[in-house]
């Protein structure tokens, strides 16, 4: 069965550090990846999606950027974080063909302080 | 563009009684609809989903939906709603864009059911 991981599951990080959040996908391969930002534990919004390695689209312009380096690895990362980047950071994945649901991590709570 | 639009932030019943969280969608073709629910502080969960055929889905957890194209709905029901049921449902709708497949989400219910 398929399984995803999401690391770290909580992060404190101040003002202007770096950030790097990973997820992995198990069991599947040339799955979709997705990294949603849900703020205030309410709506979704779609950061980054990815149909294969090093293929990124953006959604929108923000100083996040997200890597696929591995089929089935997706990084979110950023070189400098602001107040607004906190928020809980899910990452998913979707079978490639066909009309197919989305799959979610356990997801990231990061607070940048 | 697609959208959803989830009219109630919060809906209260009582354990035992029926339940329905509201949803309608606005696409340009036909709707992929999708139902997820969220426990607090954790992913979503897939609950359900319409493609095409039968305008009722059911899926395992005793929830079902009803799509409704000529109201553009596709509200989520249980018969029987149980104090566990309580979480954050999220609807969403399928991006008409082949090439991302990506969901476009309502902004949530939160169901609270009362023992």
């Known amino acids: 069965s398929q399984t995803i991981h999401q690391w770290p599951a909580t992060l404190v990080q101040p003002v202007g550090s770096p950030l790097s959040l990973e997820c992995t996908v198990e069991g599947t391969s040339n799955p979709n990846l997705y990294w949603y930002r849900q703020a205030a534990g309410r709506g979704l919004q779609l950061l980054f999606y990815?149909?294969?390695?090093?293929?990124i689209s953006s959604e929108v312009p923000q100083n996040l950027s997200a890597s696929r380096p591995q089929d089935r690895q997706f990084i979110l990362s950023s070189k400098k974080l602001l107040l607004s980047d906190s928020g809980f950071y899910l990452c998913?994945?979707?079978?490639?063909?066909?009309?197919?649901?989305?799959?979610f991590g356990p997801g990231t709570r990061l607070t940048v302080t | 563009a697609q959208s959803v639009a989830q009219p109630e932030d919060q809906v209260n019943v009582a354990e035992g009684n029926p339940l329905t969280v509201k949803c309608t969608y606005s696409v340009s073709g036909n709707p992929y609809l999708f139902w997820y629910v969220q426990y607090p502080n954790r992913g979503l969960q897939f609950l359900l989903k319409?493609?095409?055929?039968?305008?009722l889905v059911k899926c395992s957890y005793g929830f079902e939906a009803e799509f409704n194209k000529s109201q553009t709905s596709f509200h989520l029901k249980n018969p029987s709603a149980l104090v566990s049921d309580s979480a954050l449902y999220f609807c969403a709708v399928r991006d008409m864009d082949m090439g991302r497949r990506a969901l476009t989400f309502g902004s949530g219910t939160r169901l609270q059911v009362q023992p």
């Open positions: 319409y493609i095409s055929g039968d305008n």
């Open positions: 990815s149909v294969g390695i090093g293929q």
């Open positions: 998913a994945w979707s079978v490639r063909a066909g009309v197919n649901e989305q799959y």
